[in-house]
């Protein structure tokens, strides 16, 4: 049974750094496709960063420079330096095959940037 579930979400101040996990239970990340979403209050679900199974990244423009998506074997991980209140979301892991309906979700974890 295939189980993504999140960790390493919490309280920071702004510039503050955090580091987000993904462990993955029941699968073997590099045969996904690998993302961060996230979704912040009133808004919709928006890709943060993804990182393919050939291990090609890309991220979005409002975290690029400041946030760095990478994997192991089995835990993907987003790195997020210089936060900024605007990146207070829920952060979701999700895999997926592409062209095919393997689709899993993280139930996430809640990032607050405040003083």
């Known amino acids: 049974q295939v189980q993504l579930v999140e960790s390493g979400g919490g309280l920071v101040q702004p510039g503050g750094s955090l580091r987000l996990s993904c462990a993955a239970s029941?699968?073997?990340?590099?045969?996904?496709?690998m993302a961060w979403y996230r979704q912040a209050p009133g808004k919709e679900r928006e890709l943060v960063a993804l990182m393919t199974r050939t291990g090609g990244t890309k991220h979005a423009d409002s975290v690029k420079g400041r946030f760095t998506i990478s994997r192991d074997r089995t835990t993907m991980y987003l790195q997020m330096n210089m936060l900024k209140p605007e990146d207070t979301a829920v952060y979701y892991c999700n895999a997926q095959i592409g062209g095919t309906a393997v689709n899993y979700w993280g139930k996430g974890t809640l990032v607050t940037v405040s003083s």
């Open positions: 029941g699968m073997i990340l590099s045969a996904y496709d």
